[in-house]
């Protein structure tokens, strides 16, 4: 069962500047910035308007010396570029998660939610809207 929901924008694989895929998280019950998964490769449009919005993280970053692995069962890390976690991203997912509540499968970037604060997005592990 797949639902649409929202996640923040944490790093993206590739430069800022036509980011390939990005890196989503939610806040946690503790207000921790909690990985929740990746997406699949962006279409050419979508980086641009990603690169248009996106700015480096500027100095601390929830996810400063993480590493993401390139998939699961690999221990191949992906080279990310870490990015001020103040943009949302409109997401179909899976409901299935691991043990973490990271999502099991690779989402698709539906849309930037402009209209929609980092805050307002559901807790790491919540479905809702």
Known sequence: ????????????????????????????THGRLQYTGRSTTLTQPAGRALAGVLTASAGAHPWMGWTFSVGWGTRETLDVQLVQPDIVMEVPVDVARDAAGQWRHPVRAHRLRTDVNPAQVPLVGETGP
């Open 1 to 28: 069962m797949r639902v649409t929901t929202e996640a923040i924008i944490g790093a993206v694989t590739g430069a800022l500047t036509g980011p390939r895929t990005v890196l989503l998280g939610r806040y946690d």
